[in-house]
């Protein structure tokens, strides 16, 4: 049986490895921790829901599983999209470039392809941006399903203010229901991508079916930002 809890973004499930000369934070991980007391479908601490007007939510919410012994966010879509964000505090992409995570997906939007706009819907998409409401920029790993993996490429919401490049790490050929842990050097990504390194940023993970009118469901494990030295050798 699963049980929703409530956790804190900045708290236990942050850990600060260190603090740099320029006073920049060294490492960062959001663990979806909980203190087994709260119940009902609840979002971390730290982080909020983002939807579009017009369109249905997707839903959020953390979970404790029993029988995997396991806390993770979980998020589902049903002709519905939206994110959840959150701003860890002095982080910036030069001196802590590696981001890492594991994920898994239950169900995928049938149809869903990443490289056309009326198609682009993802069960999960892990993005790392910086910018304010009328420019942002952003960088982002996604699940898709008819996209091959592999495969990237850039859109614009917003009437352009609001620019992504993407890049598919996974598809259906995944096995559906298993983990999954991923690496990138998100601060190398994001500067080919915008030609610089942000001091600032925020991570927002994605779950939309809107444009398929289908249903999806994934779910995050963890998430964390490290120094380049913690990345694959």
């Known amino acids: 049986m699963r049980r929703a809890i409530a956790i804190s973004c900045f708290t236990a499930s942050v850990l600060v490895a260190g603090v740099t000369a320029s006073n920049t934070v060294t490492q960062w991980k959001e663990n979806f921790q909980f203190d087994g007391k709260a119940a009902g479908k609840i979002l971390p601490k730290g982080w909020e829901i983002k939807s579009k007007i017009g369109t249905p939510a997707a839903e959020f919410y953390l979970v404790k599983d029993g029988k995997e012994n396991l806390n993770y ?9 939206a994110s959840v964000i959150c701003s860890p505090e002095k982080i910036n992409l030069k001196e802590t470039p590696i981001i890492k995570w594991r994920w898994r997906v239950s169900s995928l939007p049938e149809g869903a392809d990443g ?6 819907d993802q069960a999960i998409g892990i993005y790392i941006g910086t910018g304010s409401l009328l420019s942002k920029k ?4 996604r ?3 008819e996209t091959p993996k592999g495969a990237e490429g850039n859109c614009s919401y917003g ?28 601060g190398e990504d994001f500067n080919k991508a915008w030609g610089y390194y942000p ?19 994934a779910d995050l494990n963890w998430i964390e930002l490290l120094p380049a030295s913690e990345g694959k050798k």
């Open 143 to 145: 699940w898709d399903t």
């Open 159 to 186: 009437a352009g203010t609001i620019r992504i490049k993407w890049f598919t790490l996974r598809n259906k050929d995944d096995a559906a229901g298993e983990w999954f842990t991923e690496e990138r050097n998100v």
């Open 138 to 141: 952003s960088v982002s790993y």
């Open 115 to 120: 490289r056309e706009e009326k198609k682009d």
């Open 73 to 81: 966010l979980h998020m589902e879509s049903d002709k519905s999209s």
């Open 199 to 217: 001091d600032e940023i925020y991570v927002s993970i994605s779950c939309n079916s809107q444009y398929t009118g289908t249903k999806s469901s």
